[in-house]
């Protein structure tokens, strides 16, 4: 076990973490995001539906009259639960590897946070509007009782997921840090979760406004509510013990860097998201 870590932070250091945790956070997101919409577009071809796939929307060539409840309920609620499929296997996969050094965990963080908010902003926003999620709600008839028992719950779940996930995520400051104390938890909880979501969902907001349609603003405004997850693990993190991590005498926590490969990739992968989507 290793001397308490002396080191001073300095503001490169938080710009560093927070830099190479909204490069994860946008890769992530791009992969869920598509991942739900190919689902849609799938299940939209067992009834024979024409679907073309944006970097905003799905456009379905379908007459009105073609639509049913069947292909309504079918076609627009397998996107919600698709993310919380992958939502669930990304957690899986992080609870596993939340200890190991490596930045590829911060992917599967942010993957599983994305992907339970997407699940549950599509239920928050669908009590609201006709779109997504909405048109189950509608062919369902839902009332208005019902429709704002889903945004209690919805909205209760997402801050239940940042007060249950905060002490695995705090942990993965290994990355970084010799320990975790008061100091650490903080510029962590600050740096990595709560600079790193807001640049992400800048870029990712940059990347999507050029487009005004209606749906694009409700996307936004869903990927905005991961704020209810990350606000539980800001209130939370000094409350768990101090922890000095243990290393191999060959290891080291990595340096605070910008890591410039997964940047790159997320820049990559964002480009081809919004110009081969358009």
């Known amino acids: 076990m290793r001397k308490k870590n002396k080191y001073i932070f300095q503001d490169k250091d938080f710009h560093s973490i927070s830099i190479n945790s909204a490069a994860f956070f946008v890769i992530s997101y791009i992969v869920v995001y598509i991942l739900s919409q ?16 944006l970097y905003y929307k799905i456009d379905f060539f379908v007459d009105r009259s073609n639509w049913g409840f069947e292909s309504v309920k079918t076609i627009f609620s397998i996107g919600p639960i698709v993310n919380l499929v992958i939502g669930i296997v990304f957690l899986l996969i992080y609870l596993n590897v939340k200890e190991s050094r490596g930045k590829l965990k911060m992917f599967f963080m942010w993957g599983y946070l994305n992907a339970f908010n997407l699940f549950l902003s599509a239920i928050i926003l669908g009590s609201f509007n006709n779109k997504g999620f909405g048109n189950v709600l509608n062919w369902s008839y839902i009332m208005d009782t ?8 919805g909205g209760a ?20 840090f010799e320990n975790l104390n008061l100091r650490t938890k903080r510029f962590f909880a600050f740096s990595h979760v709560l600079a790193g979501a807001i640049i992400g969902i800048f870029v990712i907001t940059l990347a999507k406004i050029p487009n005004n349609s209606y749906n694009n603003y409700c996307d936004l405004i869903g990927l905005g509510l991961i704020i209810f997850i990350i606000l539980p693990i800001i209130l939370r993190c000094n409350s768990f013990p101090d922890i000095s991590f243990e290393f191999d005498e060959d290891e080291s926590p990595n340096r605070i860097s910008i890591d410039k490969k997964y940047v790159i990739i997320s820049i ?8 081969g989507l358009s």
């Open 146 to 153: 019902g429709r704002m028992m889903h945004v209690f719950i």
């Open 268 to 275: 990559v992968v964002l480009l081809l998201f919004r110009f």
């Open 38 to 53: 190919l689902s849609t577009m799938a299940t939209a071809t067992i009834y024979d539906f024409k679907t073309r796939l």
């Open 157 to 176: 779940a997402l801050i239940a997921c940042g007060f249950f996930s905060t002490r695995s995520i705090i942990i993965s400051a290994n990355t970084y």
